[in-house]
């Protein structure tokens, strides 16, 4: 199983960038972290399977907007309103093994993890 994630870069603060991620295969919840230097994993965003269920950090909530494409097997990543404290690696993951319907924020819960996509905003 591949995940394959584009669209990150260095974006002014305020401006907007959308993440998108290539799966192989469908999956179940999927969702976005990302990580910044000297910093945990955290996740951002995650969708249901069916993509009618989503959460939200409190950190991007009203800014961020998860979807999926299931068709396709694409997820996305909309981010307006960008700040320099979103700065970071971001990655996509999947889980396939577990019937994971619900939108699932800890990263125990999926299986496979693209390689990152850097996104910066500068101030």
């Known amino acids: 199983v591949q995940l394959v994630e584009s669209g990150g870069g260095l974006v002014q603060a305020g401006g907007s960038l959308r993440l998108s991620c290539a799966a192989s295969?469908?999956?179940?919840?999927m969702g976005w972290f990302r990580q910044a230097p000297g910093k945990e994993r955290e996740c951002v965003a995650a969708?249901?399977?069916?993509?009618?269920?989503?959460r939200y950090a409190d950190s991007v909530a009203g800014r961020f907007t998860i979807s999926r494409l299931n068709a396709k097997n694409i997820l996305y990543l909309q981010m307006n309103s960008l700040k320099p404290e979103d700065t970071a690696v971001y990655y996509c993951?999947?889980?396939?093994?577990?019937?994971?319907?619900?939108?699932?924020?800890?990263?125990?819960?999926?299986?496979?993890w693209g390689q990152g996509t850097q996104v910066t905003t500068s101030s």
């Open positions: 993951a999947a889980a396939v093994f577990r019937a994971i319907v619900e939108p699932s924020t800890s990263p125990d819960d999926y299986d496979y």
């Open positions: 969708i249901s399977w069916s993509g009618t269920s989503t």
């Open positions: 295969t469908s999956s179940y919840s």
